[in-house]
């Protein structure tokens, strides 16, 4: 008897012809989509750029937005070679010439509204500016407890709009010797634009946040208003008369430090005190 020939292996992933059955048995199973071999469609492939490798016929378009568009290049919006406004940029210039209109429309307003104060002329009471205040001033208070004249003091005037301002400083000796016993300082500043008088008070009064041992009190016949600072410690004595006279601010200050100084020769606060404010009342007479 002849062997029948041998017939081919079935290929369970071979497709059917068309009009051909599939014969008995099971369906094979079919191949993933995107299997092996086998292109993944676009729309199953979140990854897939238009044209990419894998995308036969699918044609690369040319962006409609992007950070990287240049003014002019296909697709970008407007004019070719026109710049590109995106629409917040054009919105910060649309505020920018709004704001500057509302700005110059305020500061218009201003003028009419603030010009008789930013006009007003600043009340002096007389005082005007002295070349050398130290040559000016009447420090003869100090002679009987410091008989030695400094040689030496520091002096300077300065004009501007503004403000002109005089000071003088110098060191008070009882005796011929290289050491100060004390030393004393006079500003004078004349305010030409602003009135001080809003904050002469509080900024003399704000001292006493600044250290525990400030004392700050008022004293009258002096100026319009003025202010005596203290302060008295075992090392150092601290004296500052603060006067304001219409738009003229005075300050005298004393200071003295006491190390390696017999107690006996040493001057008190109090004794200060009252040789600042007599220098202060003969001195503020001269400046006019």
């Not at 059955?21 to 071999?37: D, H, N, S």
């Not at 505020?95 to 006009?119: E, F, M, N, Q, R």
């Not at 404010?277 to 007479?285: D, E, G, I, Q, V």
């Amino acid at each position: 008897m002849s062997t029948p020939p041998e017939q081919p292996s079935p290929n369970p992933y071979q497709q059917p012809t068309p009009g051909q059955g599939q014969g008995p048995g099971p369906i094979p199973p079919q191949p993933p989509v995107g299997g092996y071999g086998t292109p993944v469609p676009a729309q199953h492939n979140p990854y897939a750029q238009p044209g990419a490798y894998g995308q036969p016929g699918a044609a690369q378009q040319p962006p409609t937005q992007g950070y990287y568009m240049q003014p002019g290049a296909p697709g970008a919006p407007g004019m070719p070679g026109a710049p590109r406004t995106s629409g917040g940029a054009g919105r910060a210039v649309l505020w920018a010439v709004v704001g500057a209109a509302v700005a110059s429309a305020l500061w218009g307003g201003g003028v009419l509204l603030l010009g008789k104060d930013s006009s007003a002329k600043a009340d002096l009471r007389g005082y005007t500016v002295k070349d050398n205040l130290c040559d000016t001033e009447d420090v003869s208070a100090f002679t009987t407890q410091y008989p030695q004249k400094d040689d030496d003091p520091t002096s300077y005037t300065t004009k501007t709009a503004t403000v002109d301002e005089m000071y003088c400083d110098q060191s008070l000796k009882r005796e011929t010797s290289s050491l100060s016993d004390a030393y004393l300082y006079v500003d004078v500043t004349l305010h030409h634009k602003t009135d001080p008088k809003a904050e002469f008070a509080d900024t003399w009064r704000s001292y006493t946040q600044r250290h525990q041992q400030y004392k700050i009190s008022t004293v009258a016949g002096i100026g319009q208003e003025a202010y005596l600072l203290t302060e008295d410690e075992s090392s150092s004595q601290y004296v500052t008369l603060a006067v304001r006279d219409g738009w003229m601010t005075y300050t005298m200050s004393w200071s003295s430090y006491s190390v390696g100084t017999s107690s006996d020769d040493s001057t008190t606060v109090d004794e200060a005190a009252t040789m600042v404010k007599t220098a202060t009342r003969a001195t503020l007479p001269k400046l006019k």
